[in-house]
């Protein structure tokens, strides 16, 4: 069992940068998708960013050129750092989990297994 705890998030400016980290304990699997997704009230959980085992990376064309997903495997830690952020970006960030799975990694929800209880993020 996997355990995923967000941190980072806060109020921000437009323009302003944010670095979300993310957690991870339980003898989290190394081979695994790990993914950032953000969710508003109302609307659907997205797909923000995500990063497979090998260290390739895959970006919503929203946040393209903006932020950067990367991790720590060693201290089991994923980043996502947020730059020129904009009002549309506020929302509640999850950090996601797909442990065992060593191919491309995509945004569908249903193929993380684990999440964080999510950080809120606030552009004004």
Not at 98 to 111: K, L, N, V
């Amino acid at each position: 069992h996997v355990q995923l705890v967000e941190s980072g998030g806060g109020s921000v400016q437009a323009g302003g940068s944010l670095r979300l980290s993310c957690s991870a304990s339980g003898s989290p699997d190394r081979r695994a998708c790990m993914g950032w997704f953000r969710q508003v009230p109302g609307k659907e959980r997205e797909g923000v960013a995500a990063i497979a085992w090998g260290g390739s990376t895959k970006y919503a064309a929203s946040v393209a050129g903006r932020f950067s997903i990367s991790k720590d495997n060693a201290k089991k830690t994923l980043f996502l750092q947020m730059s020129s952020l904009k009002p549309e970006d506020t929302a509640m960030y999850y950090c996601a989990a797909r442990p065992g799975y060593g191919g491309i990694c995509g945004f569908s929800r249903a193929d993380y297994n684990y999440w964080g209880q999510g950080t809120q993020v606030t552009v004004s």
